[in-house]
């Protein structure tokens, strides 16, 4: 029986490379038949890394069967997995976030979850000696996820590790890393072909801070620009995603890259009382600039008091 | 701040030896400074591993600080660890056992589960050169977990891996495995000391089948008539057990480790039916011999039916 490797939905550069390079180190090196799987279309970046490494783009799925066999790599969070997923025979995983609770397993498994900004450094070194046998676009995934998750290092989640990896994987490849961040980041930067509602539920995820819930988006771009230009749409746009997706409120945060700073949507007080409590921040407009703030995970989530 | 390392609740050799293990690899390999601990007296044998390795007890506690840093061990299901356990700061998880979920970590941390015999054998993998550091009680409580956890090699649970480790060990400590295990066992099946109800509690798992809670314990002996002669006693004692721990029914295995087989007592119709039901067997007594039965991950949970 062949198995499914997939990451979250709404697939980022990660959840896309991750599972195609962890199913050929299955197929080729383990020896057990595997296959990558998408749980919805792959972000402008993710595509673009498809294309630009010569890789199939994976089949999309909507859900899992029962006793299906999974590998679950880039989450641990059922929020983020099809429907059904305990169902599934859940043979590994690996991930880079903090344990949730609510993935169960029918016996022991792998599971290796680190501390570390991409989920592809987990996997090369899980994959020791036989990494060096992987083809180019193997390579070239592994090395285009960790550029995306450490945003060219510039995040605070990178560590050492995953700069030393990626270094030693553009060096094997003969790739200039800067211009691959920079092509990346391009692609990622296109939202023209997006609706408001789809940018702000594009890298998104569910929170409940102090008991109220809410959906914190963020959108990593050279081209801040492009999205603040949409603004008044964007905050209009807000009420109705909230109120669909059963949350009090729409956090946007536009993550200027280059710039290392990030501008939150101060569409009403709400908000307003937010920023200035979670970030110490005077807001004075419908808008307001973080300097610095780059990361959900190290330091939005952790700084957000209602 | 220490970090407090330890296993399950009522430590057997793996919960008591591996935190003494990964306590020794922190503070001395990783420089952070962490200390075994025990969420309750040893068992037995474990008691004698402690002494022929001449081993300090670790500090029995019974609860964890707020933001107290801890390493899980040997398990990762809240019911087996001190209650607010998901209000440490847990910074690791060594595991051997299926993810049941309900564990909860601030940020991503260390998490390193495999489907091996023992806590101890992916502790080896983990420390890779630094076990050659290690002094001769931490080699040897690492050789008596995986001696204990696979019954000397006679579980199913066992694997290639863990025997590949245990032999490396032995070799390295000069040590003859067999007389260790030997001794071990024996430890072990001295239960003279211990009351009728705290047998049933000793290695003791709850566990939903089709709707009915059931306590399934397991003890592995090489002296079962001990144990069996005390079955009168023992069936009287499963039904205030039971009522005390809110559970429909207490399971008893006696595992005899060396003829490799089980005798499950069978105290009335309700367990005729489970034993009959899930094993296949033909039940005339109050107990029913199970041959090659061993293991409880392996062997009774997945086989249970009600």
Same mark, same amino acid.
């Given at each position: ?102 993935? !169960? ?27 060096? &046998? ?53 692609? &990622? ?15 998104? &995820? ?36 909230? &109120? ?31 920023? !200035? ?30």
């Amino acid at each position: 029986m062949t198995t499914k490797v997939f990451g979250h939905k709404s697939p980022d550069t990660d959840s896309t490379g991750s599972p195609i390079a962890w199913a050929w180190y299955m197929t080729e090196v383990l020896g057990q038949p595997a296959r990558a799987a998408l749980l919805g279309e792959p972000n402008t970046e993710a595509a673009f890394v498809l294309k630009h490494w010569a890789l199939e783009k994976p089949e999309i799925i909507s859900g899992v069967a029962e006793g299906e066999k999974v590998v679950i790599v880039d989450t641990n969070n059922p929020a983020e997995l099809p429907e059904g997923i305990n169902k599934a025979d859940i043979t590994a995983i690996i991930d880079h976030h903090k344990l949730v609770g609510g993935l !169960e397993t029918k016996g022991p498994i792998d599971i290796t979850i680190r501390p570390l900004a991409c989920t592809a450094t987990i996997m090369y070194d899980l994959m020791g000696d036989a990494v060096a &046998k992987a083809p180019r676009g193997i390579k070239g995934a592994m090395l285009s996820c960790i550029l995306s998750d450490t945003l060219e290092f510039r995040s605070p989640t990178t560590t050492a590790h995953d700069k030393e990896v990626c270094a030693a994987l553009a060096a094997d490849l003969g790739v200039d890393m800067g211009a691959l961040a920079t092509a990346m980041f391009e692609a &990622k930067s296109d939202v023209s072909a997006f609706s408001d509602a789809e940018l702000l539920r594009m890298d998104s &995820k569910e929170y409940t801070v102090d008991g109220k819930e809410l959906r914190v988006s963020v959108l990593e771009t050279t081209a801040p620009k492009l999205v603040l230009d949409r603004k008044a749409s964007l905050m209009a746009s807000m009420v109705d995603v909230a &109120k669909e997706d059963g949350a009090d409120q729409v956090l946007l945060f536009v993550v200027d890259i280059l710039n290392e700073e990030a501008t939150l949507l101060v569409p009403n007080d709400f908000v307003k009382t937010v920023a !200035e409590a979670s970030f110490g921040c005077t807001v004075t407009g419908d808008s307001v600039v973080l300097p610095g703030i780059m990361s959900r995970k190290k330091q939005i989530i952790p700084a957000l008091k209602v």
